[in-house]
């Protein structure tokens, strides 16, 4: 059975699970969940994929069934990669690691997230609140300095190699820059240095040029 991935092509954290299986080169299917006629909160869906009620869930080849995209990505590499790199072994740069992945999911994702949720609200026939729009972009830019700051001294956020923890930054970082006109990922210079570095690696093409053909082939 191939690996399969539930959820949406254009969900941030469907996306951050399809980029690592495409960094790790592991084939995958991406089963539409349809979410717009709320599939994810089907009874059968709560009880056999997603307690929440969210989309992604894996469900690996041998049917092992995990959700939440952050666990989802850990496991890939655990199991796909041990030797990538992606999530380094050694203590002290499994620790540097770790540092990197609580930066993206306490510093950035919150903030990035909120503004996300916020500027698609109209999708939703609710209306954006301008001051949580001011106040998610000004945290976050207050945030990126700060990572300027790391990334001024490093070529990555744990270190000079590139992790998941960089790696998970791109759906929302990318969302948020074409569907919120945010700046701050190319407003400093070693911030705009990384941004420009880990948007342009092939995986990241790969889950973009997928999700256009199967939003094209859902319209
Ligand atoms: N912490 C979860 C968040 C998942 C999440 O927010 N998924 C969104 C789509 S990107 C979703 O399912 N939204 C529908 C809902 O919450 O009802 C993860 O990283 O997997």
Same mark, same amino acid.
């Given at each position: 059975m191939v690996v399969k991935v539930h959820g949406f092509p254009v969900s941030g954290a469907t996306r951050a699970v399809t980029l690592t299986l495409q960094e790790l080169g592991v084939p995958y299917e991406l089963v539409i969940v349809n979410v717009k006629d709320g599939e994810h909160k089907s009874a059968e869906y709560l009880e056999n994929m997603h307690p929440f009620g969210q989309i992604p869930v894996l469900v690996d080849e041998d049917g092992f069934t995990l959700f939440e995209s952050r666990a989802i990505a850990r496991y890939l590499v655990a199991k796909y #990669?041990?030797?990538?790199?992606? +999530?380094?072994?050694e203590l002290k740069k499994n620790a540097l690691f770790e540092q990197a992945m609580s930066i993206e999911s306490s510093d950035f994702a919150p903030y990035a997230g909120g503004l996300g949720i916020e500027v698609m609200k109209p999708m939703r026939g609710l209306e954006v609140s301008q001051e949580r729009v001011s106040e998610y972009t000004s945290t976050l830019e207050q945030k990126l300095k700060v990572y300027d700051k790391i990334l001024s001294k490093q070529k990555y956020l744990a270190g000079n190699e590139i992790t998941l923890a960089d790696l998970l930054h791109l759906p929302l970082g990318n969302f948020i820059t074409e569907?919120? #006109?945010?700046?701050?990922?190319? +407003?400093?210079p070693n911030v705009a240095r990384w941004w420009s570095d880990i948007s342009s690696r092939e995986s990241w093409k790969n889950v973009l040029a997928e999700g256009q053909a199967l939003m094209a082939k859902l319209s």
């Open positions: #990669g041990p030797d990538s790199g992606l +999530a380094p072994k569907r919120a #006109g945010f700046k701050g990922l190319t +407003a400093t």
